[in-house]
């Protein structure tokens, strides 16, 4: 039998730039991309979000880890993981997912990805806080990304 390995995960501090389409003040795109994450993300408008890392120089990655959390409210989110090679070259589709949140339920999204993702430049998560519209706003509770 072997041991579980813990991922090595990426520290982003002076390799990476992270952007965020809107987000609260108290509420940063780079706290849940901390390793260990320093607080959740949460957006500042309702409605599809876009959170970007920019790579410099270019990262491998091997692993994405990624928790999201509702208790307030019931609504089905979707979100896509997008990697490209160059800052202006094309995404490549990594995943895209639904998860329908349920506060007497399921108040927990929580993905773990194994992917070979070579010399990415640019890597975008794109939320879907509610795919049937309304005023849901997009958060993140780990984003963590390992090599």
Do not use: C
Not at 9 to 17: D, H, P, Q, T, V
Not at 57 to 73: D, K, M, N, Y
Not at 117 to 129: C, D, G, N, T, W
């Amino acid at each position: 039998m072997s041991a579980q390995v813990e991922p090595r995960w990426l520290s982003l501090e002076g390799i990476a730039g992270v952007e965020a389409s809107s987000e609260e003040p108290d509420h940063r795109a780079g706290d849940p991309l901390s390793s260990p994450p320093r607080g959740r993300w949460v957006a500042s408008m309702p409605g599809p979000q876009v959170l970007t890392i920019v790579f410099d120089p270019p990262q491998s990655i091997a692993g994405v880890h990624l928790i999201f959390r509702e208790t307030a409210r019931e609504r089905t989110q979707e979100f896509t993981l997008t990697a490209a090679s160059g800052t202006d070259g094309p995404a490549r589709h990594v995943v895209r997912q639904q998860f329908t949140f349920s506060p007497g339920g399921a108040t927990e999204e929580r993905e773990d990805y194994r992917v070979n993702l070579e010399e990415v430049a640019r890597l975008e998560l794109r939320i879907v806080p509610d795919i049937r519209g309304g005023s849901a706003v997009a958060t993140v509770d780990e984003f963590r990304l390992s090599v």
